[in-house]
């Protein structure tokens, strides 16, 4: 006898089964396999397995298409028993529920509430912290930096030197980028507008590995010297500017007066870590002119597979002085030994997150507490819930209903609260969340990211059935010692086990007083740090008055560097004559917009010592007018005015802190002469000091800032021969009452184009915006820590009224008795306010401790505040006992009105 | 008797046709090559027996095992018939086909 290919038989055995059907399909197919056998075995067997793999298919297809519903089987009785039960729990559970709509409707919005929270905030965690970042493995790549330890430096960005050296002689990465941020005059257009640019090396898209939607990306080619200038768009760029034109490659734009051939367009949900320029260019670098130095482009690279980060380092650190060998003219054998400068690699997606992982995570645990709350709330509704079913337990227990299965019921039937309270949940979530993404800080990242995704639905889900569970556990524990007799005999009134009720009933409203605390006191921190914030004295005045906007003049429009400072002049004049204007004054960088520069300085008083480093200071151009209209004093000496400019004149100002670190008073700097450039020897002397500003953001301390001319002599004459040194784009800082007011933009827009139509401008803010922009996260995490606690206290007070006055109608006939026996109203008040008292010292005590070790994980949050702040802890403290015998007094004020006729009557 | 249990699909109406054809002979192979010979229909293995089992649950047809033979790898027989219900199915089908041909003759051929 000839057997068919054993694997094919034992699938077919499988699919078949084993009743008499099945195997007569086995011997048919068995059969007619040794007919064909006989004509072809190769034929044969490809004939069985071919019909094996049909039936497999069918009887498979056959078993999905086929099987009845559940409830179908449910109700014919088939179906396994575990499935039948849960089913009948569901509709039972679901039929209690309905029939008491006062408690399923308060239990099921409480749930929904804690359930939306932890949804929101989780999606944020999500889309924020978890998700791997929106690259092909992105987990390969990595964020280049270095260090220099001997300079004081922890971070610091790329040198295009080292960036070239690891391209040429690395053998760690894939591909290696750099990019710098900035704006480009774009001209030819509709409008002459400063538009958001960002300069890429060509590897830099190759390592991300994102590819245009049309075109192509970047060549070497396109990134070298002297060859056509080419330009990609952002696809919202391409879709504001160009209507989508989809013949838009090979057309041409006009950027910083250079015409540049398009050649790409980016697809629509690209962003280079967040930022989504209107257009990607070209560093183009000359190698020949680049040095180890400077140190201000951001740089990313995609390690080989398999290759550590620690691997990459080692590599990247004996690289460094090949770097300094091959790219001379900057940093040096001496300086690099004594800087102890070396790479570090950051995985990318830190880069990205930055710091915003505490707040999240804070956050996270601030909506686990309310959460905790709800279901303490309805674990206390669903206990006095299940008393009033004593006797429905009872007398299914005496037909003979087993425990599990009672239990069981109840869980169910909590469950089904819970995925109500989750279904509304996640309608609140989804509406919280539009509003948490409006209200969210610009600066929080991949905020387009975040949505409810499949991730966040399993996550509510499983929030919701847990919570659902540990609501369940007390009235199952409650049932787990259930004495039948009992119940039966007293009429389901049982005051039996009451004791030990009120005990978990007291616990839960505890633990509910002692997270209100804890959140209580992680918002008091919060608004304790805003305070702080709001009084810190940032270097300007009435921020809400100044309005700021860049005006660039492009060599294209203007070539000549001194009538180019002239028409920067003439145009502050324009502006100075709006009606309304108080001042205009000129900077490269307004206070707290990131754009200042850093550079290291010499003071002719205090030389450098043999191997002395000169400090790194922040660096800003300025025009007349720029102190007075941010409302900075002049602590010492005079300003730089347009004279000063005109003669070309060698000033500098700087900051008090800065004066102080060398000298007694800011009055002894002024006359004291200050230089930058590669070595000491280009001088500019102190003609003024200012007050101290915050420049790196109100929470960081006051930055020491050197004010130079915005035109003036060249300090860096070993790197351009050029003897002026001359900015280009400048910031305007307007003070004006009509600061907001419709049409005063329109008025400046005209003056600035009346002396030169083909200026662009940009960046039209207040320096309120900037000022938001340094403290939206601690106002973000304020607002959110203010609204969860204003649910928990909520919540909390209802839990307390409810338990106190579920214990006052409990002891009715007693209160009843004692006014009956002479007790005075006062007496029974302060019997029932004592009782909420005891819950609150309890609660109280509880949470402080609680606190105290909980708000250390949010120092880092916090601004000018202890975490263990006395002032805090103390108003929360006596705040919520207070809120705690509100929430006693109208139960004890029922109490009090006891009638004790009606009251023993009742009996 | 026009319950939604007799309206069958073309290919059971198929089937159920090669089965009356091959009265004692009503095996899965035979009813295969009867549909490949008389319907030119070439059907799998797979599709078929999923036809015939449905078409017992709808009680088209019944079957019955035979015993098994060494040729058969010692696996039973299984023989096919048509039920009552499935000769009612097929003259409904056969009626309703009549009725809508009736006068086409002209139009078709």
Same mark, same amino acid.
């Given at each position: 006898? @000839?057997?068919?290919?054993?694997?094919?038989?034992?699938? =077919?055995?499988?699919? *078949?089964?084993? !009743?008499? #059907?099945? $195997?007569? %399909?086995?011997?048919?197919?068995?059969?007619?396999?040794?007919?064909?056998?006989?004509?072809?075995?190769?034929?044969?067997?490809?004939?069985?397995?071919?019909?094996?793999?049909?039936?497999?298919?069918?009887?498979?297809?056959?078993?999905?298409?086929?099987?009845?519903?559940?409830?179908?089987?449910?109700?014919?009785?088939?179906?396994?028993?575990?499935?039948?039960?849960?089913?009948?729990?569901?509709?039972?559970?679901?039929?209690?529920?309905?029939?008491?709509?006062?408690?399923?409707?308060?239990?099921?919005?409480?749930?929904?509430?804690?359930?939306?929270?932890? @949804?929101?905030?989780?999606?944020?965690?999500?889309?924020? =912290?978890?998700?791997? *970042?929106?690259? !092909?493995? #992105?987990? $390969?790549? %990595?964020?280049?930096?270095?260090?220099?330890?001997?300079?004081?430096?922890?971070?610091?960005?790329?040198?295009?030197?080292?960036?070239?050296?690891?391209?040429?002689?690395?053998?760690?990465?894939?591909?290696?980028?750099?990019?710098?941020?900035?704006?480009?005059?774009?001209?030819?257009?509709?409008?002459?507008?400063?538009?958001?640019?960002?300069?890429?090396?060509?590897?830099?898209?190759?390592?991300l590995r994102v590819q245009p939607v049309l075109g192509r990306r970047f060549t070497r080619e396109d990134d070298t010297r002297d060859t056509p200038w080419t330009v990609i768009l952002s696809y919202r760029y391409w879709r504001s500017q160009f209507g989508s034109d989809p013949d838009v490659i090979g057309r041409t734009l006009m950027a910083n007066g250079i015409?540049?051939?398009?050649?790409?367009?980016?697809?629509?949900?690209?962003?280079?870590?967040?930022?989504?320029?209107?257009?990607?260019?070209?560093?183009?670098?000359?190698?020949?002119?680049?040095?180890?130095?400077?140190?201000?482009?951001?740089?990313?690279?995609?390690?080989?597979?398999?290759?550590?980060?620690?691997?990459?380092?080692?590599?990247?650190?004996?690289?460094?002085?090949?770097?300094?060998?091959?790219?001379?003219?900057?940093?040096?054998?001496?300086?690099?030994?004594?800087?102890?400068?070396?790479?570090?690699?950051?995985?990318?997606?830190?880069?990205?997150?930055?710091?915003?992982?505490?707040?999240?995570?804070?956050?996270?645990?601030?909506?686990?507490?309310?959460?905790?709350?709800?279901?303490?709330?309805?674990?206390?509704?669903?206990?006095?819930?299940?008393?009033?079913?004593?006797?429905?337990?009872?007398?299914?227990?005496?037909?003979?209903?087993?425990?599990?299965?009672?239990?069981?019921?109840?869980?169910?039937?909590?469950?089904?609260?819970?995925?109500?309270?989750?279904?509304?949940?996640?309608?609140?979530?989804?509406?919280?969340?539009?509003?948490?993404?409006?209200?969210?800080?610009?600066?929080?990242?991949?905020?387009?990211?975040?949505?409810?995704?499949?991730?966040?639905?399993?996550?509510?889900?499983?929030?919701?059935?847990?919570?659902?569970?540990?609501?369940?556990?007390?009235?199952?524990?409650?049932?787990?010692?259930?004495?039948?007799?009992?119940?039966?005999?007293?009429?389901?009134?049982?005051?039996?086990?009451?004791?030990?009720?009120?005990?978990?009933?007291?616990?839960?409203?505890?633990?509910?007083?002692?997270?209100?605390?804890?959140?209580?006191?992680?918002?008091?921190?919060?608004?304790?740090?805003?305070?702080?914030?709001?009084?810190?004295?940032?270097?300007?005045?009435?921020?809400?008055?100044?309005?700021?906007?860049?005006?660039?003049?492009?060599?294209?429009?203007?070539?000549?560097?001194?009538?180019?400072?002239?028409?920067?002049?003439?145009?502050?004049?324009?502006?100075?004559?709006?009606?309304?204007?108080?001042?205009?004054?000129?900077?490269?960088?307004?206070?707290?917009?990131?754009?200042?520069?850093?550079?290291?300085?010499?003071?002719?008083?205090?030389?450098?010592?043999?191997?002395?480093?000169?400090?790194?200071?922040?660096?800003?151009?300025?025009?007349?007018?720029?102190?007075?209209?941010?409302?900075?004093?002049?602590?010492?000496?005079?300003?730089?005015?347009?004279?000063?400019?005109?003669?070309?004149?060698?000033?500098?100002?700087?900051?008090?802190?800065?004066?102080?670190?060398?000298?007694?008073?800011?009055?002894?700097?002024?006359?004291?002469?200050?230089?930058?450039?590669?070595?000491?020897?280009?001088?500019?002397?102190?003609?003024?000091?200012?007050?101290?500003?915050?420049?790196?953001?109100?929470?960081?301390?006051?930055?020491?800032?050197v004010y130079w001319p915005m035109i003036g002599p060249n300090p860096w004459r070993e790197l351009s021969d050029d003897p002026l040194w001359a900015q280009r784009t400048m910031a305007y800082a307007i003070r004006s009452d009509r600061t907001g007011t419709a049409g005063f933009l329109d008025e400046i827009r005209q003056a600035i184009w009346s002396v030169n139509s083909n200026l662009p401008l940009a960046g039209?803010?207040?320096?309120?915006?900037?000022?938001?922009?340094?403290?939206?996260?601690?106002?973000?995490?304020?607002?959110?820590?203010?609204?969860?606690?204003?649910?928990?206290?909520?919540?909390?007070?209802?839990?307390?009224?409810?338990?106190?006055?579920?214990?006052?109608?409990?002891?009715?006939?007693?209160?009843?008795?004692?006014?009956?026996?002479?007790?005075?109203?006062?007496?029974?008040?302060?019997?029932?306010?004592?009782?909420?008292?005891?819950?609150?010292?309890?609660?109280?005590?509880?949470?402080?401790?609680?606190?105290?070790?909980?708000?250390?994980?949010?120092?880092?949050?916090?601004?000018?505040?202890?975490?263990?702040?006395?002032?805090?802890?103390?108003?929360?403290?006596?705040?919520?006992?207070?809120?705690?015998?509100?929430?006693?007094?109208?139960?004890?004020?029922?109490?009090?009105?006891?009638?004790?006729?009606?009251?023993?009557?009742?009996? | 008797?026009?319950?939604?249990?007799?309206?069958?699909?073309?290919?059971?109406?198929?089937?159920?046709?090669?089965?009356?054809?091959?009265?004692?002979?009503?095996?899965?192979?035979?009813?295969?090559?009867?549909?490949?010979?008389?319907?030119?229909?070439?059907?799998?293995?797979?599709?078929?027996?999923?036809?015939?089992?449905?078409?017992?649950?709808?009680?088209?047809?019944?079957?019955?095992?035979?015993?098994?033979?060494?040729?058969?790898?010692?696996?039973?027989?299984?023989?096919?018939?048509?039920?009552?219900?499935?000769?009612?199915?097929?003259?409904?089908?056969?009626?309703?086909?009549?009725?809508?041909?009736?006068?086409?003759?002209?139009?078709?051929?």
């Amino acid at each position: 006898m @000839t057997r068919p290919p054993a694997a094919a038989e034992s699938l =077919l055995r499988r699919v *078949l089964g084993d !009743d008499a #059907a099945g $195997r007569s %399909v086995l011997g048919d197919l068995t059969e007619e396999y040794g007919r064909r056998k006989g004509e072809n075995a190769r034929a044969a067997r490809r004939w069985y397995w071919r019909e094996a793999l049909a039936i497999a298919f069918h009887r498979t297809r056959d078993q999905f298409t086929r099987r009845p519903a559940i409830h179908v089987l449910l109700k014919e009785g088939r179906g396994d028993g575990m499935l039948r039960r849960v089913w009948s729990d569901l509709r039972f559970g679901s039929r209690t529920l309905w029939r008491t709509p006062g408690f399923t409707v308060v239990a099921a919005i409480t749930l929904a509430l804690g359930i939306g929270a932890n @949804t929101a905030i989780f999606s944020l965690v999500n889309g924020i =912290l978890l998700q791997p *970042l929106p690259y !092909d493995e #992105a987990d $390969r790549l %990595v964020g280049v930096w270095n260090t220099a330890p001997g300079l004081d430096i922890e971070q610091v960005t790329q040198s295009p030197a080292l960036h070239f050296t690891y391209e040429d002689e690395g053998t760690v990465f894939e591909e290696l980028g750099l990019w710098s941020q900035g704006t480009v005059a774009v001209t030819g257009l509709e409008q002459a507008l400063q538009e958001d640019a960002i300069w890429v090396t060509d590897g830099l898209f190759r390592a991300l590995r994102v590819q245009p939607v049309l075109g192509r990306r970047f060549t070497r080619e396109d990134d070298t010297r002297d060859t056509p200038w080419t330009v990609i768009l952002s696809y919202r760029y391409w879709r504001s500017q160009f209507g989508s034109d989809p013949d838009v490659i090979g057309r041409t734009l006009m950027a910083n007066g250079i015409a540049r051939q398009i050649v790409g367009v980016m697809s629509q949900d690209f962003r280079l870590l967040g930022d989504d320029p209107a257009v990607y260019l070209p560093m183009r670098w000359d190698r020949s002119e680049v040095f180890v130095g400077q140190f201000s482009y951001r740089s990313l690279g995609r390690l080989k597979p398999g290759v550590t980060l620690a691997q990459a380092t080692a590599e990247m650190t004996r690289l460094l002085p090949i770097a300094v060998e091959k790219f001379p003219g900057g940093m040096t054998m001496e300086l690099l030994e004594e800087s102890r400068a070396a790479p570090v690699l950051t995985p990318l997606k830190t880069d990205v997150i930055g710091t915003v992982g505490n707040t999240l995570w804070i956050l996270l645990g601030t909506a686990s507490m309310v959460l905790l709350i709800a279901c303490a709330n309805v674990a206390n509704l669903s206990l006095v819930r299940a008393e009033g079913r004593d006797r429905e337990v009872a007398v299914r227990t005496a037909m003979g209903a087993a425990r599990g299965r009672i239990a069981s019921q109840f869980v169910t039937e909590t469950v089904v609260l819970g995925l109500v309270g989750c279904a509304l949940g996640l309608g609140l979530a989804y509406g919280g969340l539009q509003v948490l993404l409006a209200m969210a800080p610009t600066n929080l990242p991949r905020l387009e990211e975040i949505a409810i995704s499949p991730m966040v639905l399993l996550f509510t889900v499983g929030v919701a059935v847990l919570a659902s569970l540990a609501v369940s556990l007390l009235p199952v524990f409650r049932y787990g010692h259930f004495n039948l007799v009992s119940a039966l005999k007293e009429g389901g009134r049982g005051a039996s086990g009451s004791h030990q009720r009120n005990r978990i009933r007291n616990a839960l409203v505890v633990a509910q007083v002692a997270l209100a605390i804890v959140l209580l006191i992680g918002s008091g921190l919060m608004i304790r740090s805003f305070q702080a914030l709001m009084a810190v004295e940032p270097g300007f005045r009435d921020p809400e008055s100044v309005l700021t906007l860049r005006v660039s003049i492009p060599s294209a429009v203007v070539e000549d560097v001194g009538e180019m400072a002239l028409t920067h002049e003439m145009i502050a004049q324009r502006i100075g004559d709006i009606p309304g204007v108080a001042s205009v004054g000129l900077t490269t960088s307004i206070t707290m917009d990131g754009a200042a520069g850093f550079d290291p300085i010499y003071v002719e008083e205090f030389p450098l010592s043999e191997g002395q480093l000169p400090a790194v200071r922040t660096f800003k151009w300025i025009a007349e007018g720029y102190f007075g209209t941010m409302g900075n004093p002049i602590v010492a000496g005079r300003e730089i005015t347009w004279a000063d400019l005109h003669e070309r004149a060698a000033v500098v100002m700087i900051t008090e802190n800065l004066a102080l670190e060398y000298w007694d008073s800011p009055a002894e700097a002024v006359g004291k002469r200050i230089g930058t450039g590669l070595e000491p020897g280009n001088w500019n002397t102190v003609i003024g000091v200012v007050g101290d500003v915050r420049d790196a953001g109100v929470t960081e301390d006051a930055a020491t800032v050197v004010y130079w001319p915005m035109i003036g002599p060249n300090p860096w004459r070993e790197l351009s021969d050029d003897p002026l040194w001359a900015q280009r784009t400048m910031a305007y800082a307007i003070r004006s009452d009509r600061t907001g007011t419709a049409g005063f933009l329109d008025e400046i827009r005209q003056a600035i184009w009346s002396v030169n139509s083909n200026l662009p401008l940009a960046g039209v803010r207040t320096v309120e915006d900037i000022l938001d922009r340094s403290t939206a996260r601690t106002s973000f995490t304020l607002v959110m820590l203010a609204v969860a606690t204003a649910v928990a206290l909520l919540l909390g007070m209802v839990g307390v009224y409810g338990v106190i006055s579920y214990v006052v109608t409990q002891r009715t006939r007693e209160i009843g008795v004692r006014i009956a026996l002479g007790a005075q109203t006062g007496t029974v008040m302060k019997m029932v306010l004592q009782h909420g008292l005891i819950l609150a010292g309890t609660g109280v005590t509880v949470g402080l401790l609680a606190a105290f070790g909980l708000t250390r994980l949010m120092s880092s949050l916090l601004y000018g505040v202890n975490p263990v702040d006395a002032v805090t802890y103390i108003t929360v403290a006596a705040g919520t006992t207070v809120v705690v015998l509100i929430a006693s007094y109208l139960p004890a004020r029922k109490a009090a009105g006891v009638d004790p006729l009606e009251a023993l009557r009742a009996e | 008797m026009t319950n939604r249990q007799s309206i069958i699909g073309e290919f059971e109406q198929l089937v159920l046709l090669a089965i009356l054809q091959l009265k004692e002979d009503a095996y899965g192979p035979n009813i295969s090559e009867e549909l490949e010979t008389k319907a030119k229909r070439r059907v799998s293995r797979g599709a078929l027996y999923s036809s015939l089992d449905r078409l017992q649950q709808k009680g088209l047809l019944r079957w019955k095992i035979e015993a098994a033979s060494s040729a058969r790898g010692g696996h039973p027989k299984r023989r096919f018939e048509v039920t009552r219900p499935g000769i009612a199915a097929l003259r409904e089908y056969r009626k309703a086909l009549t009725s809508l041909w009736a006068g086409l003759e002209e139009v078709i051929g």
